[in-house]
């Protein structure tokens, strides 16, 4: 309930604070963020079709090359994550 009432303060620095004194919520978002990023490149990536930001249909190398960028972006959440949980 407190961080509801520092994001309706817009308090940046109350938040940073509570998230530095507390990097096991800032590491769980990222890794919920990573593993979804990922898990989406993954799909793509075996089904061979991927879908850009305003939903066309990317086939072929491009496509590819587009879901692969999503399994590195989410390994790279992931990473920050485990590093942000294991630090502080």
């Known amino acids: 309930m407190d961080l ?3 994001l309706a303060r817009r308090g940046n620095e109350e938040l940073n604070r509570w998230l530095s004194e507390n990097p096991l919520v ?3 978002v990222f890794l919920l963020i990573g593993l979804a990023v990922g898990g989406w ?4 990536l075996k089904k061979g079709v991927a879908y850009s930001k305003r939903g066309k249909v990317v086939e072929g190398t491009h496509g590819k090359a587009l879901a692969i960028i999503r399994i590195v972006a989410g390994a790279g959440c992931i ?7 294991i630090l502080g």
Not at 79 to 85: D, N, Q, T
């Open 4 to 6: 509801l009432f520092l």
């Open 26 to 28: 800032l590491g769980g």
């Open 41 to 44: 490149g993954l799909y793509e």
């Open 79 to 85: 990473l920050f994550a485990v590093i942000k949980m």
